[in-house]
């Protein structure tokens, strides 16, 4: 990523790669670095080969940009990094966040701590008052990034939290998902989102575990620390 900062005269042409299974977070940053690097007249594309989103996170200003098909003209490819490092790094390069770049990097960091929920620290709050005053969004970003729920996921969490199998005495909360869960509500894997946090809201439950077709995905700790 500091490649594009140090050396961006020498490229023309810089695609911002998603990963199939990217986080809001990462999607946020990528709409932040979308923006800078349009500041920079350069021709930039947004990529993943899957498109097939939820609509929540079309509130970021370069969605409508997405392409599914890599551009030939390109000479360079980045992936996308979480809001805090991509905000650090504008930080440390003197660049100045227009609204565009504040409202994604603040959902971002939304996505990234939870709604001010996990990995809360004063460096947070600071970035979080540095975004509003350079003209974050506030309330789009809370209502599309932490209040937004379709009806396949709201079906798919109350499939969830009835096959919610609690281990351990009760310190355990292990969800075993199938295909047939997903295609019964609509939903898909990354929804399983939004019960894992109400699963560790339970007094006795210190982690969340995530198997999908048999297979574990996802372990969460109570209070865990971001790696």
Not at 6 to 25: E, F, R, W
Not at 92 to 112: C, D, F, P, V, W
Not at 144 to 167: D, E, G, P, Q
Request: charged share 25%; hydrophobic share 40%; net charge positive.
């Amino acid at each position: 990523m500091e490649e594009i900062f140090k050396n961006i005269n020498y490229y023309n042409h810089i695609v911002i790669t998603l990963s199939k299974d990217v986080s809001i977070n990462h999607i946020a940053s990528a709409n932040a670095l979308y923006t800078y690097l349009l500041q920079q007249h350069k021709k930039v594309s947004l990529y993943c080969e899957n498109n097939n989103f939820n609509m929540n996170i079309y509130f970021l200003p370069w969605m409508d940009k997405l392409k599914i098909s890599y551009p030939s003209s390109a000479d360079l490819s980045v992936n996308t990094i979480d809001s805090t490092e991509l905000f650090s790094i504008f930080k440390e390069n003197n660049i100045k966040l227009n609204r565009k770049m504040a409202t994604s990097l603040y959902a971002g960091l939304l996505n990234e701590t939870n709604g001010f929920k996990r990995d809360v620290t004063s460096k947070v709050f600071i970035m979080a008052k540095e975004l509003i005053d350079s003209g974050a969004e506030v309330q789009k970003c809370t209502k599309y990034v932490l209040n937004y729920h379709s009806l396949s996921t709201v079906r798919f969490k109350a499939i969830l939290l009835n096959k919610m199998i609690l281990k351990d005495n009760a310190t355990v909360a292990l969800f075993d998902i199938y295909d047939e869960d997903l295609s019964c509500s609509g939903a898909k894997i990354q929804d399983v989102s939004v019960v894992i946090d109400e699963a560790l809201s339970l007094p006795s439950i210190e982690e969340v575990i995530i198997k999908y077709n048999g297979k574990i995905i996802e372990k969460r700790m109570k209070f865990e620390k971001k790696k």
